[in-house]
């Protein structure tokens, strides 16, 4: 959980923000009624604040002090105010915060909590921004590390391509148009010949003041125009809504990727990653693993409890294996009406069977629990292994050896010979 610091001298406001906040399973609210008494939690112990909601006026800090606090101590702050000022805004702006919040009701405190969630998720966003100009260049890629995200700087579009060639985690490139060797709308255009709009969002940003700019960009491929010079919160709310653009269109193709019933992966997914990932460890020489696990004698599940017990039960399985798979960062899907499997990149023969053998104890060491009922499960499991043969002969080796453990008796993983 990340550690916040709430400091608000009103106890009717305080006691909203305890609601709000008590409503989110990731934050920890560290709360404070003073400067005095937010100095107390704050000395020494800075860097465990992952963040703060600070009141700009308090009996021990009528001018905002607290805030300079928390800012000079490196904990990136959203302040509560009750009034609107222009001229304080902008220049609390200027000094680095996060937002301006006005007290003016439940929604603006939850819109507070909304920023707070934005920041844990900027945290994996990288952004790319391109710029000639030093000073302006460095301005943007401050205003980005304010709101936390990961940023790399390239002084032009040569070097921005290059950039992103290195780093194809870039979700947002924000590129100024006037600069030397490739112009704004020249790098636009040579980028989406790679990446899709729903891939790597484009902002472009001019003082040119040719009017035609903003079109010209949008229909080389840029997503969004920004002319110079911008406010700060035109410039934080574009970033974010093309962010959650691209946080969306992950989303729907997450969703597609996933089997109804279980949430793993589907068998179309499995398919798709599984050769990918078999083609990478090929291309390095290393050997790649599928494993096929199965529920023994499912069908008297369904048959002595009902079809809907029977899902309840395939769910409480596809929890533990996705839990056991991700600790070693390993695909799973479920491939069958009571199959699942993996792939195991860079695992031999041997350490596969025993990875296999050491999930299918834990899965089926304990009852899945259905409601009132209690569902023993035993399960078997074929592995394959192979450096060089297709994902396709991976898994039908994969099943003929579940095929031969049930055969047997079932309740154990077997390899190939």
Do not use: W
Not at 218 to 243: M, T, W
């Amino acid at each position: 959980m990340k550690k916040i610091l709430v400091v608000e001298d009103s106890s009717i406001v305080m006691k909203v923000l305890k609601h709000v906040l008590s409503n989110s399973d990731i934050f920890q609210p560290v709360y404070a009624t003073s400067f005095a008494e937010a100095k107390s939690l704050v000395e020494g112990k800075a860097e465990e604040f992952f963040a703060g909601l600070i009141d700009l006026n308090l009996p021990d800090a009528p001018n905002g002090e607290v805030v300079d606090y928390t800012l000079k101590n490196g904990i990136p702050t959203i302040v509560l105010t009750g009034s609107f000022d222009e001229d304080r805004r902008a220049g609390l702006l200027a000094k680095g915060i996060v937002d301006y919040v006005t007290k003016e009701g439940r929604f603006s405190y939850e819109y507070a909590l909304s920023v707070l969630e934005r920041l844990i998720k900027n945290q994996d966003i990288k952004i790319l921004v391109v710029d000639d100009s030093d000073t302006a260049r460095r301005f943007i890629a401050t205003l980005l590390r304010i709101h936390l995200y990961q940023v790399l700087e390239a002084s032009d579009g040569v070097q921005a391509i290059k950039l992103l060639l290195d780093n194809p985690d870039v979700r947002l490139l924000i590129t100024d148009f006037n600069m030397p060797r490739m112009d704004g709308c020249e790098l636009v255009k040579n980028i989406r010949h790679k990446y899709e709009k729903t891939d790597l969002v484009i902002i472009g940003l001019s003082s040119e003041g040719e009017r035609s700019l903003s079109a010209r960009f949008i229909k080389n491929g840029a997503n969004d125009f920004l002319r110079k010079p911008f406010q700060h919160e035109e410039f934080y709310c574009r970033v974010s809504h093309n962010v959650e653009f691209i946080e969306l269109i992950e989303s729907i193709r997450d969703m597609v990727n996933r089997d109804d019933l279980t949430g793993v992966y589907n068998r179309k997914y499995f398919y798709q990653h599984g050769f990918s990932l078999l083609e990478d460890a090929q291309q390095k020489s290393a050997p790649t693993s599928i494993a096929v696990i199965d529920v023994d004698s499912f069908r008297l599940v369904n048959e002595d409890y009902g079809n809907e017990v029977g899902d309840g039960v395939l769910k409480g399985i596809a929890d533990e294996l996705s839990a056991l798979i991700a600790q070693a960062h390993f695909t799973l899907a479920r491939t069958g009406s009571n199959e699942f499997s993996f792939v195991m990149p860079g695992l031999d023969a041997e350490k596969a069977l025993s990875f296999t053998e050491k999930v299918r104890q834990i899965l089926c060491s304990s009852a899945i629990n259905v409601g009132e009922y209690q569902i023993p499960v035993s399960c078997s499991a074929g592995v394959s292994t192979s450096s060089s043969e297709d994902l396709d002969s991976l898994v039908k080796n994969a099943r003929e050896c579940l095929q031969r453990a049930k055969e047997a008796g079932g309740g154990f993983v077997l390899g190939e010979d």
